[in-house]
């Protein structure tokens, strides 16, 4: 079946630090693989998306890379700031996009 | 831009209460979604709606029903509210060929 393992949080940061939080998944076929940000007190915005294995997906300084043997989709970004506190969830789709599967999500807290 | 509303931000509703969560699109999706999110648990799959009309239940329908009479809205439907139904609610929408789109959510609780 398909299913999406995310690292635990929080995680704890300083302005300008590098970030990485870890993202594996189990699928079918080939999945589409995506990472969504949830800030406070709202729904959930795409971030960044890949379609297929080697493509790399990349939106406001962050990037990931769909990694097929390693079957990871880790979310990297060189300097956070403050405003990039908030959840991140990665999530795969199958090849009709109709049915999504969530991680667990990971909290990230940017302190100044 | 795509836009997902949903009926209301916060809601409270005592147990045994009939609860209506409504959710509307505007980019002609076929595609709509009912999750909750709870600490912990990521999001859940409540239901799904590929059509006007049709609907497939996700990993934890129980206590739930849906209705998608068109097919911009989709409503998600408490029959009979308990306490461990307390939750975020969020719908999306979406096509065959591309992500999802999500609603600011719901925050339902049931005393």
């Known amino acids: 079946g398909n299913s999406v393992t995310q690292m635990e949080g929080p995680v704890t940061l300083s302005e300008e630090a590098f970030l990485t939080i870890n993202c594996t998944y189990t699928a079918t076929g080939y999945p589409s693989l995506f990472w969504y940000v949830q800030y406070p007190g709202e729904g959930l915005q795409l971030l960044l998306k890949a379609t297929k294995a080697d493509d790399k997906g990349s939106n406001k300084g962050f990037e990931a890379t769909y990694r097929k043997e390693t079957t990871s989709f880790h979310l990297e970004k060189g300097s956070v700031q403050v405003s990039d506190s908030a959840v991140y969830f990665c999530?795969?789709?199958?090849?009709?996009?109709?049915?999504?599967?969530f991680g667990s999500g990971t909290k990230l807290n940017v302190k100044p | 831009d795509v836009k997902v509303t949903q009926s209301s931000r916060y809601l409270v509703k005592r147990t045994g209460e009939k609860v209506f969560l409504e959710c509307v699109q505007d980019?002609?999706?076929?595609?709509m979604f009912w999750y909750r999110q709870d600490p912990g648990l990521g999001l859940r799959l409540i239901y799904f709606s590929y059509d006007v009309k049709m609907k497939e239940k996700g990993d934890i329908p129980e206590g739930y029903s849906v209705s998608r009479e068109k097919k911009e809205r989709f409503s998600l439907i408490l029959e009979s509210a308990s306490t461990n139904q307390t939750s975020m609610y969020l719908c999306?929408?979406?096509?065959?060929?591309?992500?999802?789109?999500f609603g600011p959510g719901t925050r339902l609780t049931v005393l």
């Open positions: 980019m002609d999706h076929e595609n």
């Open positions: 999306a929408s979406g096509t065959s060929a591309r992500e999802q789109f």
């Open positions: 999530a795969l789709s199958g090849v009709n996009f109709n049915k999504f599967y």
